[in-house]
């Protein structure tokens, strides 16, 4: 997911029944229905609140707390490296991990929500995928 995605994610996106996540793109696609995990259906029934988005509407905040947390673990692991995630780290992380797990680039293509395969070849960093193969 983008982080946009992300942040607009509302509680009716998620089918608790089939355990899926409706995903509405923010560049125009058609949206992307996720299985998603019981364990991650517990955790985000743990957070419900009274409103529609899951996530609250203050974007600006959420960063802000994740540059936060990101600055103390940085801090008590002593590895400013950790500085340099950010929430698109995660999407190359999981463009890349889907294609080790699968080898399939259509796959992660439609994963990631992408009209082209070469925005995909972007994200999927083959160089790890074949590290960690070994």
């Not at 955790?43 to 609250?56: A, E, K, Q």
Request: charged share 30%.
């Amino acid at each position: 997911m983008r982080v946009g995605e992300t942040w607009r994610l509302r509680w009716a996106d998620i089918d608790l029944i089939n355990k899926t996540v409706r995903v509405t793109p923010e560049k125009g696609s058609e949206p992307r229905i996720f299985k998603i995990s019981d364990a991650l259906l517990e955790r985000l029934g743990s957070i419900r609140g009274t409103g529609d988005r899951v996530y609250g509407k203050n974007l600006k905040t959420k960063r802000e707390l994740f540059e936060s947390l990101m600055k103390r673990v940085a801090y008590k692991l002593k590895n400013p490296r950790i500085l340099g995630i950010t929430f698109h780290t995660f999407r190359y992380w999981k463009a890349t991990t889907l294609y080790h797990q699968t080898k399939d680039i259509l796959y992660v293509m439609n994963s990631l929500g992408h009209k082209n395969i070469k925005n995909t070849l972007i994200y999927v960093r083959l160089d790890e995928a074949i590290y960690q193969m070994a």
